[in-house]
């Protein structure tokens, strides 16, 4: 009962469409993720530039996505994987979680990543008192209230509107002269009237019970000065998760990434990566592009 050939590891936006593309090829597959499907594509607030939608949160996007996953495939949510080890059969991993062991054919990695830290003072005391990742999360109560976005890219700037729009005093800062994103999210924000702090870093953040205010040092002048604020939201990056990918000697890039070729294959026969794991774009659409090479290849490697 417990045999499958293909195994997708991580339910994100990529997994489930690896999920579904496998399905409707025949093939018995699962999907196994430590939380609830979706991952970070969870807290996306609002996306504009998926085909199809002018706009959809990324909540609602998963929604739809997981309903006709399961119609092509089996998914186990709140399960972690633990281990993956080699076998010599014709299933040829076993999947081992925290609740079950299961046996395929072919694996594809789909583990994402998680936010990136800033590693100062005080982070860590305030999580939870002020200081978040997530504006879908933890944006409502900010109304009203002072709060500053650390990060340059999209994704920051996508939720520095996001806050402005439920009624929260923004200032966005960043290490750069200039703002990594695109260049609509860059007009959006000054038509909205968001603050921002260039050439800045936070190194420090402080308050007494909760957040009050931040210390920000000038990456030109090397001044430093004490910004006010009720909260603190960083977006600067993500860190993939290889653990699993580590354990099958898959190959990993300087940075950190797995290294796939056009197929989705990484070094390590019958094992296949796809999303924010990997080297690439870091946008929705190209995970699920990635999916459906990969649960292709996947299919065409056992046909072999």
Not at 176 to 186: G, I, S, T, V
Not at 249 to 256: A, F
């Amino acid at each position: 009962m417990n045999e499958y050939d293909i195994i997708i590891i991580g339910a994100g936006p990529g997994g489930l469409t690896a999920g579904i593309y496998a399905g409707r090829q025949g093939t018995k597959n699962l999907i196994i993720d430590r939380d609830m499907a979706g991952g970070l594509g969870r807290e996306v607030p609002q996306m504009e530039n998926y085909p199809g939608f002018d706009n959809i949160s990324g909540l609602e996007l998963i929604e739809k996505m997981k309903s006709q996953a399961i119609k092509n495939c089996d998914l186990k949510e709140m399960e972690e994987v633990t281990e993956i080890i080699k076998t010599d059969d014709d299933y040829r991993f076993a999947v081992k979680t925290n609740k079950d062991t299961y046996h395929s054919k072919t694996i594809i990695l789909a583990t994402g990543s998680s936010h990136r830290h800033l590693k100062v003072a005080g982070e860590e005391d305030f999580k939870g008192k002020g200081v978040s990742y997530c504006a879908t999360c933890d944006g409502f109560f900010f109304a009203g209230r002072d709060i500053v976005m650390v990060g340059g890219g999209n994704s920051a700037l996508q939720e520095a509107l996001y806050l402005k729009n439920l009624g929260a005093n923004v200032t966005v800062i960043h290490r750069r002269d200039e703002f990594r994103a695109q260049k609509h999210l860059q007009n959006q924000i000054k038509e909205v009237g968001i603050q921002t702090i260039l050439n800045a870093t936070v190194e420090e953040i402080k308050g007494d019970m909760m957040v009050e205010s931040v210390i920000l040092k000038d990456t030109q002048t090397g001044e430093v000065t004490e910004h006010p604020t009720n909260g603190v939201f960083i977006s600067v990056g993500y860190i993939p998760h290889t653990e699993l990918a580590k354990q099958l000697d898959v190959n990993l890039d300087e940075t950190g990434h797995i290294i796939i070729d056009k197929k989705q294959k990484t070094n390590v026969e019958y094992v296949y990566a796809i999303g924010d794991v990997c080297i690439g774009l870091k946008q929705w659409v190209v995970a699920c592009g990635e999916g459906a090479v990969a649960a292709t290849s996947a299919f065409e490697d056992i046909q072999n």
